[in-house]
């Protein structure tokens, strides 16, 4: 198994490398957990996939506290058959995908239902693809059957769901459907953008 | 068939919002062959397969022109098997990926040769995800193989190809890498990211 994603955020300002550089610091205690790499495009983050949310929310609400506009753009990724296996990648928890549809979206809303809120409002879009053989399809609608319960839920969008909320459960409903969608060891990707602070925020 | 594209457009700046505004106007030979739509996320355009980068490129350009750090960022998709057939998506030339593996490489390879310059240099990373039954790692490495030889190729990444050059030919790249690879009338999704005037760049 390998696990990761390729992070970019968006300061909306002048300074932006200045709140970047501040934000970047609320990667520290995942440091241990994960392989971290940096370069003028995206920083890419490698350990559990459990661990790549809350790591993003973080980084996220650190820079999102800066009251400027910033976007985080992410592709997120696990079990891909052209990345070789990790151990920093184990799983910690064990796979959350190996029961039927129905009990993993149960499963799902009850998790983001105990989830603490963090005070940040957020957008989210995101599009989650489980690739190679497969229903694809049955895994995507079973994962937004899911989402239009998760209590975040905006709408559906073409080639994507949009999500508003505080971001606690906003990240909290994204990982699920990162980790209990598509095959317990497949390969899923999972294509996210999440905004605050926009001035043209409906 | 349906094809399209979700696109966010970030300028590093204070006056972000009319840095967008411009260069909005680069759409505006598009208009008659696509729907538009736009929310605080994104931009959707819908419209003919081999228009979405053409869009992208005159778009991310106009606002590179400002001078300041710019990022877009894009979901591509076609052939999803949950958004309706729309005749607005009817591919202007047909099919571009009904031959063999190696002619689809040799005909993307001397598509992007013949492509003019523009004077902006970007870079730009992106995944392919061809989605649905069939061999989906075999299109992913026949795409790899044309991107090595596009003459724009700067190296692989961790769930990602990431690209550096002209914003004519890197645009064109992209465009054969969405067009040939994945099946004919398949779900083939790409996620992308294109930065200009960054002052980190390698």
Redesign the interface.
């Known amino acids: 198994m390998?696990s990761?994603?390729?992070i970019?955020l968006?300061?909306?300002?002048?300074d932006?490398?200045d709140v970047i550089l501040s934000a970047i610091g609320a990667l520290e205690p995942y440091r241990p957990h994960f392989r971290i790499e940096t370069?003028?495009?995206?920083t890419?983050i490698?350990g559990p996939p459990e661990q790549l949310f809350p790591a993003m929310r973080d980084l996220f609400l650190a820079a999102a506290r800066s009251g400027k506009?910033c976007?985080l753009?992410a592709?997120v990724?696990r079990g891909?058959?052209?990345?070789p296996d990790d151990p920093i990648c184990t799983p910690l928890t064990g796979s959350r995908n190996n029961l039927p549809l129905a009990d993993r979206i149960e499963e799902a809303r009850a998790r983001v239902a105990g989830t603490d809120g963090t005070g940040q409002a957020v957008?989210?879009?995101f599009?989650l693809?489980?690739?190679?053989?497969g229903h694809?399809?049955d895994e995507?609608?079973g994962c937004i059957e899911f989402l239009k319960t998760s209590g975040v839920f905006d709408r559906s969008?073409?080639?994507?769901t949009?999500l508003r909320g505080d971001a606690g459960p906003v990240f909290a409903t994204l990982a699920e459907a990162f980790l209990r969608f598509g095959a317990p060891e497949g390969?899923v990707?999972l294509?996210l953008?999440v905004?605050a602070n926009?001035?043209?925020?409906?």
Chains 1, 2 share one sequence.
């Not at 370069?39 to 995206?42: G, L, Q, T």
């Open positions: 390998f990761g994603a390729q970019s968006y300061p909306m300002s002048d932006f490398a370069d003028d495009i995206s890419l490698v506009h976007v753009s592709t990724s891909c058959p052209g990345e957008a989210a879009q599009s693809y489980p690739l190679g053989a694809h399809m995507i609608y969008k073409n080639f994507c949009k390969h990707a294509d953008t905004s926009s001035p043209t925020a409906a």
